[in-house]
């Protein structure tokens, strides 16, 4: 199982400045399990965890590092549910994640189709 950009970014965190997992849970007023689901895209990353995860490091790290809490936060929020999609548009959504993963770009055909779809919602 993969971490998620918050979850990532946590753990080399805690782990750099000796904060458990539990510590920072309880800080958040979550479970340690609840936080690890979080870390690992099982749990909706919700605007009020990622409140309490920037007030729980706010006074332990720096502030280039809670910059990048948050840059990786909204990085893991960005979810978008297929499961109203036909099993043929679920294969371009994941055929399409899996080249921008790999670091491939969006030709500007495609770019400018998104462009204009994004424009009429």
């Known amino acids: 199982m993969k971490l998620t950009p918050f979850g990532e970014t946590v753990r080399v965190i805690r782990m750099k400045y000796g904060l458990s997992l539990k ?10 399990a609840y936080l690890s689901s979080i870390e690992f895209g099982e749990k909706r990353l919700a605007q009020k965890h990622i409140d309490s995860a920037i007030n729980f490091l706010k006074d332990k790290i720096t502030d280039d590092q809670l910059h990048g809490v ?13 499961a109203e999609l036909s099993a043929d ?28 779809r994004h424009k009429e919602d």
């Open 23 to 32: 510590m920072m849970a309880e800080a958040m007023g979550i479970s340690s």
């Open 70 to 82: 948050r840059t990786a936060a909204e990085q893991s929020k960005q979810i978008i549910d297929t």
């Open 89 to 116: 548009a679920r294969g371009l959504v994941s055929a399409f994640a899996r080249k921008l993963q790999g670091g491939s770009t969006p030709t500007p055909q495609i770019m400018d189709w998104l462009n204009s």
